[in-house]
């Protein structure tokens, strides 16, 4: 598979924030430690191995081996596991919601940027050891974001009711989801075997954590991938002094929003705090814990607890606790020995948020890893860009704007007014100049007419291009339809299509091919040429 790469900047699809955060911009340099070089790495791993106790390291591979127990795991993850007991080994961790089946292809270049992170730091320092792991978004409770995924432009839906955390979910009515999904597929081998994985998948677990893990399993046990899931009551029991400190002070929420006042002032912000990031979880309930009246108050129920209660209540449950956006990360880095997260751009944005509390309750911060992102192409596709004089860059344009653009270089008459408009503007100027010298009332006439003209000649501009446009429909309809193919719903790819549609073409070496070919330290856009 052939690689091309696009500066993430020149793509259209990339916040100001990250494009400053690559470049390595001083503005955000108090928002983040090491950076994803080989110096930072290794400053990461010196930070980590003596901040991540041998304690941890046995409650997390005996939480592993207990997730693991109905799960049939390669040789390489069963040994990646074993490893982490060791204090020379550490984590490169990418997370995700249970998205059925995948969800957008995007979840696949996550953990392959975990996977070929963890080799190319094998490679520069082998006296350590670097697990890639997946961090299941169990807990996550909003269901209408992780119920369907697309495929072949329609969208296949889980119709379901939903209360609690999303890998609770109990797993129905999936018989109609997977004959939706078969009547759509082709009859290769390769559609044979997207249909018996999604039975197994779906039909043979009980739930959607169990489902998700088999399904990612499948995939990337082969490359030693290990997958966490956090709803453990074990791992849980670890972070009590955390959540302590969230229910006391509001650590979090003074901390974020510190850094948000600052953050502001240059950049969108990403995720703001509440006054405590914690739910309450429990079987089909995921609800806020708020503080009012002397009490915390599970949000939309009965419960409440006096400050005694709850820290009661955590002592003796401390899996009904359940961190948010702001409080998850702080608790995946409690309990891993990771140097690295891998994640996409509006990850990367709000954990840029989250440096200053890291610092209050120290714990190291990771080193953020922006994830590969990739469009794959064709030689077909190829073939048809060259026809209509198009490169795969411009294909990122706005649809209007490539067509507009394009229309113009191919008309066999010009279609740009600029020159008539600077002439026009001179001419205007010397008028003004010359109604200021004479009667200065009227210079309000004068602009009326220069802008009343401007306008004239933006409409004619705009007609000719209407008209332009309607004698090239044929080419204009190619280059949109190529465009469409390449960028559905007028958005990148990897947002919106689903691994198995692009797994229907290639087939079994579609994985080994994106491991090969995603370099999650080139930070670049990856075009992958097939």
Request: aromatic share 12%.
């Amino acid at each position: 598979m052939e690689v091309q790469y696009i500066p993430f900047k020149e793509t259209g699809y990339f916040s100001n924030l990250i494009c400053d955060y690559l470049d390595k911009h001083k503005r955000l340099s108090e928002f983040y430690g090491n950076h994803p070089d080989i110096e930072g790495f290794r400053n990461q791993i010196e930070l980590k191995k003596t901040s991540f106790s041998n304690q941890s390291r046995s409650i997390l591979t005996i939480a592993l081996k207990n997730q693991y127990k109905s799960t049939k795991s390669s040789e390489l993850t069963s040994s990646n596991i074993i490893l982490l007991e060791s204090e020379n080994t550490f984590t490169i961790t990418t997370g995700h919601q249970l998205n059925i089946f995948t969800g957008p292809l995007y979840f696949l270049y996550k953990i392959v940027s975990a996977i070929n992170t963890a080799k190319f730091l094998k490679s520069n320092f082998p006296r350590y050891d670097f697990v890639p792991l997946y961090w299941m978004a169990t807990e996550d409770h909003d269901f209408e974001e992780i119920n369907f995924f697309n495929f072949k432009n329609q969208k296949i839906k889980w119709n379901k009711k939903s209360n609690g955390a999303v890998g609770r979910l109990p797993l129905s009515n999936f018989e109609s989801i997977f004959e939706e999904f078969s009547t759509l597929l082709n009859e290769s081998d390769d559609a044979i075997y997207l249909k018996e994985l999604f039975k197994k998948a779906y039909f043979s677990h009980s739930n959607l954590a169990d489902a998700t893990r088999y399904l990612v399993n499948e995939l990337f046990g082969d490359y030693g991938l290990v997958i966490i899931d956090g709803d453990d009551s074990n791992l849980k029991q670890q972070f009590i002094p955390i959540v302590k400190d969230e229910l006391h002070n509001n650590t979090s929420y003074k901390c974020v929003s510190n850094v948000n006042e600052k953050l502001a002032k240059q950049y969108k912000i990403q995720v703001n705090p509440r006054e405590i990031n914690l739910f309450y979880l429990d079987d089909q309930l995921r609800e806020r814990i708020i503080y009012e009246n002397e009490r915390f108050v599970v949000h939309n129920t009965s419960i409440s607890f006096s400050k005694t209660e709850i820290l009661k209540e955590l002592e003796n449950f401390p899996e009904k606790f359940s961190p948010n956006v702001i409080m998850r990360p702080v608790y995946q880095e409690f309990i891993l020995p990771n140097l690295c997260y891998i994640g996409g751009g509006g990850e990367i944005a709000y954990w840029l948020q989250l440096k200053e509390y890291f610092d209050v309750v120290q714990i190291p911060f990771p080193i953020l890893l922006l994830r590969n992102s990739a469009l794959f192409v064709s030689v077909k596709q190829v073939e048809k860009a060259t026809k209509l004089g198009v490169t795969i860059l411009d294909l990122f344009n706005n649809q209007n704007t490539l067509i507009t653009k394009k229309i113009k270089e191919q008309s066999d008459i010009k279609i740009d007014f600029s020159e008539q408009k600077a002439h026009l503007i001179v001419q205007f100027k010397q008028l003004k100049e010359l109604a200021i010298k004479t009667d200065k009332s009227f210079l309000g006439a004068v602009n009326a007419q220069e802008k009343k003209q401007l306008n004239g000649l933006n409409m004619l501009e705009k007609k000719l291009l209407r008209a332009q446009k309607r004698k090239m429909i044929e080419y204009v309809d190619r280059l949109s339809n190529l465009q469409n193919e390449l960028f559905p719903k007028q958005s990148l790819e990897e947002r919106y299509r689903n691994f198995s549609e692009v797994y229907e073409k290639i087939g079994l070496t579609m994985i080994p091919d994106l491991v090969t070919s995603l370099n999650p330290l080139h930070q670049e856009f990856h075009i992958l040429n097939y």
